[in-house]
Nanobody
Framework: VQLQASGGGLVQTGDSLRLSCAAAGRTFSNYYMGWFRQAPGKEREFVASISRSGGSSSYADSVKGRFAISRDNAKKTADLQMNSLKPEDTAVYYC??????????????????????WGQGTLVTVSS
């Protein structure tokens, strides 16, 4: 699957932004989806993830209550709604996908190492 992230930009503290990840390729509902970010000089970190059906999601503590992940399997998109943005949210945001043939499970994976497919990243800059 090929992933294309979009929606980044320059915003002010307290603003909102919506990132979108568009997938091209196989049946989107066979993929677990996640969003990760990497700030300058820091390692990549988990932000949010969502299960195949969208029934389960997980968030990093730093974004709980401010960010919301969603997906539309028909449109093959996974979005990240970011509210109440802070300067520390400044980073390049990446969407990622994990393929599965096991439809008996429906997890929201938080470990970036399980994701085999990555988008190119979109830059989010939050000014103070």
């Amino acid at each position: 699957v090929q992933l294309q992230a979009s929606g980044g930009g320059l915003v002010q503290t307290g603003d909102s932004l919506r990132l979108s990840c568009a997938a091209a390729g196989r049946t989107f509902s066979n993929y677990y989806m996640g969003w990760f970010r990497q700030a300058p000089g820091k390692e990549r970190e988990f932000v949010a993830s969502i299960s195949r059906s969208g029934g389960s999601s997980s968030y990093a503590d730093s974004v709980k209550g401010r960010f919301a992940i969603s997906r539309d399997n028909a449109k093959k998109t996974a979005d990240l709604q970011m509210n109440s943005l802070k300067p520390e949210d400044t980073a390049v945001y990446y969407c990622a996908a994990k393929f599965t043939r096991d439809h008996s499970a429906d997890y929201a994976y938080t470990d970036g190492n399980v994701y085999a497919y990555w988008g190119q990243g979109t830059l989010v800059t939050v000014s103070s």
